[in-house]
């Protein structure tokens, strides 16, 4: 059957310090894999997508890397704030129909 | 990006009525429109696209006639819970699609059916 795992036990991690979350999947062959923030009563908030030929994208303080072999992606949020607390989505999608499915998320706290 | 409307933020209604939830895109002309459901702590589920025009196309397990979409206009979308019991009640989020697969959600609407 088809997954997409996300750490669900809440990250915790000090203020400065790169936080790095973790998305696997498997019987998918995405095209492309994005990352969302949502904060608690929020609809998502678009981040990063990168596509299946892509290895790495950068945003800013965010980074995000894509193994089609291993079927992973790797959510790097670097110098960490207070303020990036929130719970990361991450989501595979397929060209066709741009419909999406989303990890069950993990839980992001920056402590100051 | 794209900026994404809902109306209403939350919504309180009966058991057994109906309830309207608006979906706008502001600032983008969406042919395709989704939307999604959101249980407490749980990710989020897409119920169905919405096509401009057309019938809207249901994920399985999501009851069309329970579930209608209207999605009559480049910029409007609307789903409606017929028939609303306390199951039903969760978060809905719509979300337009760019051309480059970048989906921009709207704020939700909280859904609670008494």
């Known amino acids: 059957s088809q997954k997409i795992e996300q750490n669900s036990e809440a990250l915790n991690i000090q203020e400065g310090k790169t936080a790095t979350l973790t998305c696997n999947y498997t019987n998918y062959s995405p095209a492309y894999l994005q990352w969302y923030r949502q904060d608690p009563g929020r609809g998502p908030v678009f981040l990063l997508l990168i596509r299946e030929n892509e290895k790495e994208k950068r945003k800013e303080r965010l980074k995000v890397t894509f193994d089609t072999t291993l079927k992973q992606s790797l959510f790097h949020i670097t110098a960490s704030q207070p303020a990036d607390s929130a719970t990361y989505l991450c989501?595979?999608?397929?060209?066709?129909?741009?419909?999406?499915?989303f990890g069950g998320g993990t839980r992001v706290l920056v402590k100051p | 990006g794209a900026v994404v409307s809902q109306h209403p933020s939350w919504v309180i209604c009966k058991s057994g009525t109906s309830v309207k939830i608006e979906c706008r895109s502001l600032d983008f002309q969406a042919t395709t429109m989704f939307w999604y459901r959101q249980f407490p702590k749980q990710s989020l589920m897409l119920m169905a696209t919405s096509n401009e025009g057309s019938k809207a196309t249901y994920e399985q397990g999501v009851e069309k006639d329970k579930f209608l979409i209207n999605h009559a206009s480049l910029t409007l979308s609307t789903l409606t819970v017929t028939s609303a019991h306390p199951e039903d009640s969760s978060f809905y989020i719509c979300?337009?699609?760019?051309?480059?697969?970048?989906?921009?959600f709207g704020p939700g609407t909280r859904l609670t059916v008494t």
């Open positions: 989501a595979l999608g397929i060209a066709a129909g741009n419909k999406l499915t």
């Open positions: 979300s337009v699609s760019l051309a480059s697969y970048e989906q921009y």
